[in-house]
């Protein structure tokens, strides 16, 4: 049994850490903030950072300066945001990539549950399941059966490990069975070209890119592919509601600090983000983009990006993709 006098030690030094966290939280932020996205600049990851972040300035009446840290399929950026003082002053931006490459790299430099803390989710992004008009198929149904008929045969265009469009396509091949041929190209404006070209038959492509052709007839889209249809495209179905049940891929957005950020410091980012997410401006300027705005406590997003690493890990093992 512990001395009385020293469990009232560990009881004032445990009152004195409280004290300080709650202080750090009434205080925060009193200095600009670091948003490290772990991507090139320009894309998706760029854009959300910079409209939810001029909101949080706005609000803060402080800077969020946004850092692009690409390289190594993201691995570099969120690294540096792994060895960032936890103290609510560096950010992650989070992708539904930080779930997947658990899964492609055998030595990670982090750990993406010990290392981080989810704040909030920031917007979700859907997949378009697009085909070249020359695909004799007319629904997502036609294609499940096409691709049995005529194995390795059909073809689609990937961006390589771990992108939206290549994972789209194995979770696609993992949940119907069915067996296709990837094309790798350096991007998604080179693949959505060979598509157009014909040179690949189908891609899973970001909505906006694609929304132009597929109005003027230049790409048939068969479906979507996130749990509900998308305001951009009503009439299409989802994936799974055109008949591939359990087709579920939703490229989400989302705040991540470094493990030992004070509560009290997360729960203040909580509540700003989603008063920024909330915003009719943000909203505004997010759906224009082709993205869904999105928050959530803490907690959920924990839950959300546990059970993305545990899906896409048996994807990948049944598809046979290739470790580092």
Do not use: C
């Not at 020293?6 to 009152?15: I, T």
């Not at 909203?283 to 899906?311: C, D, V, W």
């Amino acid at each position: 049994m512990l001395p009385l006098r020293f469990v009232a030690w560990l009881l004032s030094v445990g009152m004195m850490v409280l004290g300080a966290g709650v202080a750090s939280s009434q205080n925060y932020p009193n200095k600009p903030i670091r948003f490290i996205l772990p991507y090139p600049p320009g894309g998706a990851t760029d854009i959300i950072a910079r409209i939810v972040g001029q909101k949080l300035s706005e609000g803060w009446g402080q800077q969020v300066i946004i850092d692009s840290r690409g390289g190594g399929a993201s691995i570099v950026g969120t690294e540096i945001a792994a060895r960032a003082a936890p103290d609510g002053y560096t950010l992650l931006m989070g992708t539904f990539g930080f779930a997947v490459t658990p899964s492609l790299h055998k030595n990670l430099p982090y750990d993406p549950v010990r290392d981080f803390s989810p704040v909030s989710f920031l917007a979700n992004g859907l997949l378009v399941l697009v085909v070249h008009p020359a695909v004799p198929v007319k629904s997502v149904k036609e294609l499940v059966a096409l691709a049995k008929a005529r194995p390795r045969e059909l073809n689609y265009g990937s961006t390589g490990g771990g992108s939206g469009s290549n994972l789209g396509a194995l979770l696609f091949q993992s949940v119907t069975g069915v067996h296709m041929t990837g094309i790798t190209y350096r991007g998604g404006g080179p693949s959505l070209l060979a598509l157009l070209a014909g040179e690949v038959n189908l891609l899973f492509s970001n909505i906006l890119p694609a929304l132009p052709y597929i109005k003027t007839g230049k790409l048939r889209v068969l479906g979507v592919s996130g749990s509900k249809r998308t305001k951009a495209l009503p009439d299409v179905p989802t994936i799974a509601e055109a008949g591939v049940n359990g087709y579920e891929l939703v490229n989400w957005y989302g705040v991540l600090v470094p493990t030992g950020t004070p509560q009290p410091v997360i729960s203040r980012l909580n509540g700003e983000i989603v008063r920024a997410v909330g915003s009719a401006e943000v909203q505004k300027s997010l759906m224009t983009q082709g993205l869904e705005p999105a928050s959530s406590s803490p907690a959920e997003f924990s839950r959300y990006i546990a059970m993305e690493i545990a899906k896409w890990s048996k994807v990948i093992k049944e598809t046979g993709v290739l470790h580092d």
